[in-house]
């Protein structure tokens, strides 16, 4: 449609509006910027990802380079486990350390994004099927850090976390993804940071520096959450003990997995889907990314 038409549509469906109130509403409902964000799974592997120049930190440099550029980044880290939900509500989360054994250099990162307290509140207001508490305390830990610094590397953009209510289940997490939509129109990034293979117990400690190394039952399951993810079967994911031993090794504490619930749940039908990053490392972890939109 033409820009000048557009316009007159615009005013003509305003004209016959009764109140400012559902002016407003219609507009909010419009997406920003004529597109909706997409939204991202991104595996975040090993800290030291947030210090070193690998193929996955350059995979997720590039997708910030393909992707608009968002108003914020709303991440739901594995590494935020809570007893209900809250979001970060401070003016300047701190960068959180929530490792050992690392290189000095690790510790040495500071990621000064800023946050954004009213943003915090509205997302709260959006969430119906629980109370959300704004938070003042946590930070960004590094399953945020790590890989935003690497896609927004002058921390110029505002940066939430959201955390995972650990009494619930992978349904819950799921459709409260779905009251977060109306974030994708105002051109916020929602992430979810996990992995979804994820067995520490189980890594070869040996094979870490080779390209790829996965278990058969990591490279099999891996390959089965994928097709469900593209044919938008979200079922057998949600169900996902119900999959047989290769899940229960890939998922043996769920906090990896669960940030995968927000990013499909807050997808719809009609976006694209594809995969980045998708590699097995050490046996028991696969790096495997996904856009969505």
């Not at 040495?108 to 099927?129: C, R, W």
Request: proline fraction near 5%; glycine fraction near 8%; aromatic fraction near 10%.
């Amino acid at each position: 449609m033409e820009r000048s038409k557009f316009i007159i549509s615009i005013l003509l469906t305003s004209a016959a509006m009764t109140t400012l109130s559902q002016f407003k509403n219609f507009t909010e409902a419009l997406p920003q910027n004529g597109y909706l964000m997409p939204v991202l799974f991104i595996g975040h592997g090993s800290p030291m990802n947030g210090i070193e120049d690998t193929q996955f930190s350059r995979g997720w440099k590039k997708m910030a380079e393909e992707i608009p550029t968002p108003t914020a980044v709303l991440v739901v880290s594995a590494h935020w486990f809570t007893r209900g939900t809250q979001i970060t509500a401070m003016d300047f989360p701190k960068t959180i350390h929530d490792f050992g054994g690392f290189p000095q250099a690790l510790f040495d990162v500071q990621y000064n994004a800023p946050g954004n307290p009213a943003l915090a509140k509205e997302t709260a207001s959006m969430i119906v099927s629980t109370q959300v508490e704004l938070d003042h305390d946590w930070g960004l830990d590094h399953g945020t850090w790590t890989v935003v610094r690497h896609m927004y590397p002058e921390a110029n953009i505002p940066v939430l976390q959201l955390s995972i209510d650990y009494t619930k289940g992978p349904k819950f997490h799921y459709d409260l993804a779905k009251e977060l939509y109306a974030l994708r129109k105002k051109g916020v990034l929602i992430i979810g940071s996990g992995n979804m293979v994820h067995n520490l117990r189980m890594v070869a400690w040996d094979k870490l520096n080779e390209d790829q190394y996965g278990y058969d039952w990591a490279i099999q399951i891996n390959s089965q959450f994928k097709s469900f993810i593209e044919s938008g079967d979200h079922a057998p994911l949600i169900n996902y003990t119900q999959l047989g031993r290769e899940a229960l090794l890939a998922i043996p504490t769920p906090e990896h997995y669960l940030p995968l619930m927000y990013t499909l749940g807050v997808g719809t039908s009609k976006d694209q889907i594809s995969f980045f990053n998708d590699k097995a490392v050490g046996g028991s972890l696969t790096m495997t990314s996904v856009k969505i939109g």
